[in-house]
C-alpha cells in the first residue's frame, strides 16, 4: 500500500535538523554509497564518549526514545529509510526534549560508511519486515548479507536483540546468527509469557499483542 505523503515533510524535517542526518541520496548504487566514508563524529553530536547502540527501521519512534529517555548514560541512533514515517520520530524526540538520541534517514545497507570499526555496542532490530517472498530474502534485516554489515561496526561481545511476530523469520534469523559468527544467548516464542525487563514496547509490537500474537525475541552476541 502506498503511503500518502505527508504535508510539510521537508520543512518539518528542517526543523528537527539538529537530531538527524540525511543521507545523500544522489548515488543510486548503495554499493558505491556504502564504500564513500562520511564518518559521523558519535561524541560531537552527543557530548560524551558514552557507548552507542543502534535502532535499525525505527518507524515512528515510540520504542528508541522511551528506550533513551529510561537510559540517559547510552547513546541511541536510530535509522531508518523512509523520511515520511521518519519525521514522526523525530518530531516526538523534540516534543520530548530527548537529548540522548539522533537519527539517520537512510537504508541499513548503507550503514558501512557512517561507523567505524567497533564503535557500536548494539544493535535492535525490532519488527523488520519478515519479507516472506524468496525473492526479497536478501532484503531481510537479518539476512547474511546484513549480519556482516553489522559486523564492520559492532563490538565483539555487542549484542543484536530482534523482536518479531513471524515465526518463520524468527527461525530463518536463528539460523543466519549462527552461520555469520554470532552466537545465540537467548530464545523467547512468547514475549508476554516471559517479559525482559527494561524491553520497551514498540509501535508494531502493541498492534500485534491486540490481536494476540506471540511476539519471539533473539538475543545474539558477535563473537
Ligand atoms: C514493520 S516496521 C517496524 C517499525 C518499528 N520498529 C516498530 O516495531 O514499530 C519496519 C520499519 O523498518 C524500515 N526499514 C525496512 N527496511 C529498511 C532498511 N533496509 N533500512 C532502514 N530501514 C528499513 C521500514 O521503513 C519500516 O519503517
Redesign the pocket.
Known amino acids: 500500500m502506498r503511503m500518502h505523503k505527508k504535508s510539510h515533510l521537508e520543512e518539518r524535517i528542517a526543523a528537527c535538523a539538529d537530531i538527524v542526518k540525511i543521507a545523500d541520496i544522489t548515488q543510486k548504487n548503495m554499493k558505491i554509497s556504502a564504500a564513500t566514508p562520511d564518518i559521523l563524529p558519535l561524541e560531537t553530536i552527543f557530548g560524551n564518549a558514552n557507548p552507542v547502540c543502534l535502532?535499525?527501521?525505527?518507524?515512528?519512534g515510540?520504542?528508541v526514545c522511551e528506550t533513551a529517555r529510561l537510559n540517559p548514560s547510552i547513546n541511541y541512533i536510530a535509522?531508518?529509510?523512509?523520511s515520511n514515517?521518519l519525521v514522526e520520530a523525530l518530531e516526538r524526540a523534540k516534543a520530548e526534549n530527548i537529548k540522548n538520541v539522533y537519527f539517520l534517514n537512510?537504508?541499513?545497507?548503507v550503514l558501512p560508511r557512517y561507523f567505524v570499526r567497533d564503535s557500536i555496542s548494539r544493535i535492535y532490530l525490532?519488527?523488520?519486515?519478515p519479507l516472506p517472498k524468496e525473492g526479497y530474502k536478501k532484503?531481510r534485516?537479518t539476512h547474511p548479507k546484513?549480519l556482516n554489515i553489522y559486523s564492520g561496526f559492532l563490538k565483539s561481545g555487542g549484542k543484536i536483540i530482534q523482536?518479531t511476530d513471524d515465526r518463520d523469520f524468527y527461525l530463518f534469523s536463528l539460523e543466519s546468527y549462527a552461520t555469520c559468527g554470532y552466537k545465540i544467548v537467548s530464545t523467547c516464542q512468547n514475549l508476554a509469557a516471559e517479559p525482559v525487563e527494561g524491553d520497551v514496547e514498540?509501535?508494531?509490537?502493541r498492534l500485534f499483542k491486540e490481536r494476540g500474537k506471540p511476539i519471539f525475541r533473539i538475543e545474539a552476541e558477535k563473537l
Open positions: 535502532e535499525i527501521g525505527c518507524g515512528k515510540k520504542f535509522v531508518e529509510k523512509i514515517v537512510c537504508a541499513a545497507e525490532n519488527f523488520s519486515n532484503q534485516l546484513f523482536k514498540t509501535e508494531h509490537e
